[in-house]
């Protein structure tokens, strides 16, 4: 069946990206000489990665969602569902369509800060669920790529960015399918790197 064959490609690519994975961390001191180059190859890695339409998730249409809901209805998404105002509301709204049907009739999961910076990026869109994707994976690709700086600041060390910046499934799942742990990473990180520096 249809969903068989993209399991196994899916599983096929994976494998190979892994393996190119784990021959340039260990030839990384050839591969990739100095820090420039680093960057340069990762920031590369991650917009193409950006790049790919979410595939095994939808997570990210629930974030739009529950932002637009604050940043357009002036709905609080911890009292009112994207499905309940589009219920109330009785309108087609492009910004919920694509919302899992589990999530629809769920309140928000997450905390305020994460709300918080899903209005802001939903309000940015002007209710362009394309545009809306394209700036939320921008956010992540700018995150991903402080996260690889904030690690090199931390160890000084090219491995180490290594493999966080070019790991297949941290690629993935944070770019392709734009989930939100990313950020969760980026404030370990700051908290780290403050401590450190005191």
């Known amino acids: 069946s249809e969903k068989i064959l993209n399991a196994m490609l899916f599983f096929t690519i994976f494998t190979i990206l892994f393996l190119a994975y784990i021959f340039i961390l260990k030839k990384h001191n050839k591969i990739l000489k100095n820090k420039k180059t680093l960057f340069i190859v990762i920031a590369i890695v991650s917009v193409l990665f950006a790049m790919i339409i979410p595939y095994t998730s939808t997570d990210v249409y629930s974030y739009i969602a529950n932002g637009w809901s604050a940043a357009h209805y002036g709905e609080n998404p911890y009292y009112v569902s994207t499905g309940e105002i589009v219920d109330a509301t009785g309108q087609n709204e492009p910004m919920f369509n694509k919302v899992a049907n589990c999530w629809r009739y769920e309140t928000v999961v ?3 800060l994460w709300t918080a910076i899903c209005t802001v ?3 940015l869109s002007f209710g362009n669920i394309d545009i809306a994707l394209l700036i939320f994976k921008i956010a992540n690709l700018l995150v991903h790529l402080i996260n ?11 491995l180490f960015v290594i493999l966080y910046g070019l790991n297949p499934f941290i690629l993935f799942e944070a770019l392709s399918n ?3 742990d990313i950020f969760i990473i980026l404030f370990i990180l700051l908290a780290i790197y403050f ?4």
Do not use: D, E, M, Q
Not at 149 to 157: G, S
Not at 195 to 198: D, L, M, Q, Y
């Open 178 to 180: 734009v989930h939100n």
């Open 110 to 112: 997450y905390g305020p």
């Open 148 to 158: 690889c700086v904030l690690i090199y600041k931390i160890t000084r060390k090219r």
């Open 121 to 123: 990026l939903s309000w």
């Open 195 to 198: 401590a450190i520096k005191r």
